[in-house]
């Protein structure tokens, strides 16, 4: 069974940085490799839909929101497993609960992460 866990929220000021990180575990006898998987961070501020924030594609063609092109970075790390989101010059619109996505079947993300939440003050 797949597992993600988010680590790397927290409260900081506008114009701040942070790191989220995606660790996953599991992958063996799921069907999926890690490498091999189109991956996502999506957020959702309260009273608010989802929305997806950046996508890595298998090649590692990475796509962003308009909201936050020119300030976050999605990466990976193959050998950990690790998906990650560097956000940079935060602002309070960025303030949400973050979550990982892994591996698309169907056209949906199969495996999420529980959240971590960023939060941004001005």
């Known amino acids: 069974q797949v597992q993600l866990v988010e680590s790397g929220g927290g409260s900081v000021q506008a114009g701040g940085s942070l790191k989220l990180s995606c660790a996953g575990s599991?992958?063996?006898?799921?069907?999926?490799?890690?490498?091999?998987?189109?991956k996502g961070w999506y957020r959702q501020a309260p009273g608010k839909e989802r929305e997806l924030v950046a996508r890595?594609?298998?090649?590692?063609?990475?796509t962003y929101a308009d909201s936050v092109k020119g300030r976050f970075t999605i990466s990976q790390d193959n050998a950990k497993k690790t998906l990650y989101l560097e956000m940079n010059s935060l602002q309070t619109e960025d303030t949400a609960m973050y979550y990982c996505?892994?591996?698309?079947?169907?056209?949906?993300?199969?495996?999420w992460g529980q959240g971590t939440q960023v939060t941004v003050s001005s």
């Open positions: 890595r594609s298998i090649d590692g063609t990475p």
């Open positions: 599991g992958y063996a006898g799921s069907g999926y490799m890690f490498s091999d998987c189109t």
């Open positions: 996505a892994t591996c698309v079947k169907r056209g949906n993300f199969v495996y």
